[in-house]
């Protein structure tokens, strides 16, 4: 069995490195980039380690097992199983982009032969793979589904920087076109995921479990993003009640905070597209997004109305702002949400600097126009904002970094002295 894995970012490559302790392993990507890197055995996201990147990769195709990584789209020619993971994002209006995958399937159609399988990974909406990517493969290929070509779902699992709850520790759903390529399908993953599997009815049932399974996650996180904000009017500390609350057995342990990312931040957006193309508007989803939304400008807001309040004045003052990635010990900056603190500080008058360990700089300038800071040696700000909770920051003296009057600002309840406020 030869497996080509379509797409080798936080998703694609740690799944093709674990395929590769057992299948001759194939992963393509269009960035050639990102292929030399990861051919050094260095993954830029921080996903893999070089030494077990190294243990899989292989220099040559062959049938033997191991990961061959290439920029090259005919090198794919010879799987039986194709697994697209290709990001699945939104536009600026918040609508679903399938740009990625339709390309990647039409990528697909150029080699696909009678009785190989496509599988999905990447979120999308019910029904997407069924109606949008095998037309796609039947008119290029002139093949049939389910006759000459079958497919799969099985939805990502993937928790960007969680060295514990890796890809095979997680149990996978998964899904067939057909009852035995369901089968079949399940039966590869079981094979490599340690965590076990779960055959889901339909493609269709499966596609829908992801895309709630994060959307879920954004409702509760709106709710206590709500309840932050009522709080901070009542005087109350947020996590204060929090731990009081989680006391009780089922009480849910989320905390406020930014939601950003490809998953929680953009999976919603997905079911409510859906959900408007057969008629319903979706209310509790499309609210939570919102309230979500609103938590940068809310920071923002906060943080100005505290230097207020110690006479600080805000034109032309220093702010830095720690983090810029969408997570902590994550380098990801894929739609994340820290940006709307800094765009707003900025429009208040101020001067924001950024900080992050993690993130690339040249991303980070390409896709939102300034430059990180390259440390924090001999600065002084009048504010600083802990946006994201990255283990580097735990060995921060704040004091060093304060002007004779400032205000800290802890965004993810990190810090346990010295804050003038938080969520």
Known sequence: MN????????????????????????????????????????DKTGELETV???????????????????????????SDIYIITVPTPIDENNNPDLSPLINASQLVSKYLKKG???????TVYPGVTEEICIPILEKETGLVYNKDFYA????????????????????????????????????????????????AASIKVAEAAKVIENSQRDINIAFVNELAKIFNLLDIDTN???????????????????????????????????????????????????????????????????????????????????GITFKENCPDVRNTRVIDIITDLKEYGAEVSVYDPLADPELVKKEYGFELLNNLEAKKFEAVVLAVAHFQFEQIDFDSLKAENAVVYDVKGFLKNGVDGRL
């Open 152 to 199: 799969g779902y099985s939805p990502e699992r993937i928790n960007p920087g969680d060295k514990t709850h890796t890809v095979d520790k997680i149990r996978k759903v998964t899904s067939g076109s057909t009852p035995e390529i369901a089968t079949k399908v399940d039966e590869l993953y079981a094979s490599v995921i340690t965590a076990g599997t779960y055959k």
């Open 52 to 78: 077990t990147l190294n243990a899989v990769l292989k220099k040559e195709q062959s049938k033997e097992f191991g990961l061959f990584c290439t920029a090259e789209p005919d090198d794919l020619a010879d």
């Open 240 to 322: 204060a009640v929090l731990e009081a609350a989680g006391t009780k057995w089922n009480f849910l342990p989320f905390k406020p905070g930014l939601v950003g990312g490809h998953c929680i931040g953009v999976d919603p957006y997905y079911l409510a597209q859906k959900a408007k193309q057969v008629g319903y508007h979706p209310e509790i989803i499309l609210a939570g997004r919102k309230l979500n939304d609103s938590m940068g400008p809310y920071v923002a807001s906060q943080v100005v109305k505290l230097m207020a309040q110690k006479d600080i004045k805000l034109k032309n003052s220093r702010i830095l702002v720690l």
């Open 3 to 42: 497996i080509g894995i379509i797409g080798l970012g936080y998703v694609g490559l740690p799944l093709a490195r674990l395929f590769a302790t057992k299948y001759a392993t194939t992963g393509f990507d269009i960035n050639s980039d990102r292929i030399q890197q990861l051919n050094t055995g260095f």
């Open 116 to 122: 190989d399988v496509v599988i999905y990974e990447s």
